[in-house]
């Protein structure tokens, strides 16, 4: 079977999730043969270490490769955010950084997979730049109006983004990217997200919901499309990759996601396993924290479903 070939990026202070990450994919992926991409320009020598011996755990390839942050200095970055770098942006040169890889599965380093990606990679993207999983309802639509694009191309989260180089590199999309990012900038509330929406619009192919559960997908009221209703009901209790967006990661204690312990299993089985869980640092933050939690706890108590988490018992037996 032919390889599968992941990119991921970080910088030294997000490594340990990113490791988890791949534990997660190795894990669930030991029949097949994985070559991961690290997209860097800051990772330490204990973190490579690591890196290194997570590979040979599971007897596959973690290759560091390290990109030009000057590259990168002026992009804008989601204010108030801590969670985003400008390592958010570097996947957008890698149609360049692979020149001989064809297509590549690129993950957000605050995900878990748990199934083997043999049929994610196995997708026809013939034609197309990406194939995602749409974003929540409401983001759809006000992201599509920002960007100034017909409704019809929607808008999709690009945690988990199988992409065709070929037809990236024919397209010119880094060229492209970077002229959007410097003549729009002000239109990149989601950043990268927005750039490979707005840029590519039109030439995405759409994954099923089970692809890439984001957080919004997990209350009792989910702001997702229509049409993927159905199968977000079916998958719900036994989703194939849980991707724990907004800013209370699995790894703060902060953190309420009905699936927090599954983060913490691959912590547990990776090389930072010794990494203990975080608090949610700063007063400002937890002022912002405790304050909003509050808000959509008393909404919830008052039937505003938006907020309030779904009772699930994960499906192990995958």
Request: aromatic share 14%; proline share 4%.
């Amino acid at each position: 079977m032919h390889k599968i070939i992941i990119a991921c990026a970080c910088n030294d202070a997000y490594s340990p999730y990113c490791g988890t990450m791949i534990t997660s994919v190795f894990c669930n992926n030991r029949e097949e043969n994985i070559e991961v991409n690290i997209l860097t320009s800051d990772i330490g020598e204990d973190n490579k270490t690591k890196f290194g011996v997570l590979a040979s755990d599971y007897n596959q390839v973690i290759n560091i490769v390290h990109v030009n942050p000057d590259l990168f200095k002026d992009v804008p970055l989601k204010s108030g955010n801590s969670n985003l770098s400008q390592e958010a942006y570097y996947r957008l040169l890698l149609p360049e950084i692979l020149p001989k890889v064809q297509k590549v599965l690129y993950l957000d380093c605050d995900l878990v997979v748990r199934v083997n990606l043999r049929e994610l990679w196995e997708t026809d993207i013939e034609g197309s730049a990406f194939a995602c999983v749409k974003d929540r309802n409401d983001i759809i639509k006000e992201r599509v109006k920002a960007l100034g694009y017909s409704q019809m191309d929607s808008y999709f989260n690009s945690g988990v983004t199988l992409m065709n180089l070929e037809f990236l590199r024919n397209f010119g999309f880094s060229q492209k990217a970077f002229t959007f990012i410097s003549t729009k900038r002000h239109l990149l509330k989601y950043v990268d997200q927005c750039v490979i929406n707005a840029v590519c619009h039109g030439y995405f192919r759409e994954l099923p919901i089970k692809w890439n559960m984001t957080v919004p997908f997990f209350m009792k009221l989910p702001p997702v499309v229509e049409e993927q209703r159905e199968n977000l009901e079916r998958y719900i209790s036994n989703p194939f990759i849980i991707h724990y967006t907004t800013e209370y990661k699995p790894w703060f204690k902060e953190c309420k996601h009905p699936y927090k312990s599954e983060y913490w299993k691959y912590q547990q089985l990776s090389p930072w396993h010794h990494y203990p869980m975080q608090e949610f640092h700063g007063f400002k933050k937890l002022i912002h924290h405790y304050v909003k939690s509050t808000i959509k706890y008393i909404l919830g108590k008052f039937g505003d479903k938006r907020f309030v988490w779904r009772d699930l018992a994960l499906d192990d037996n995958k």
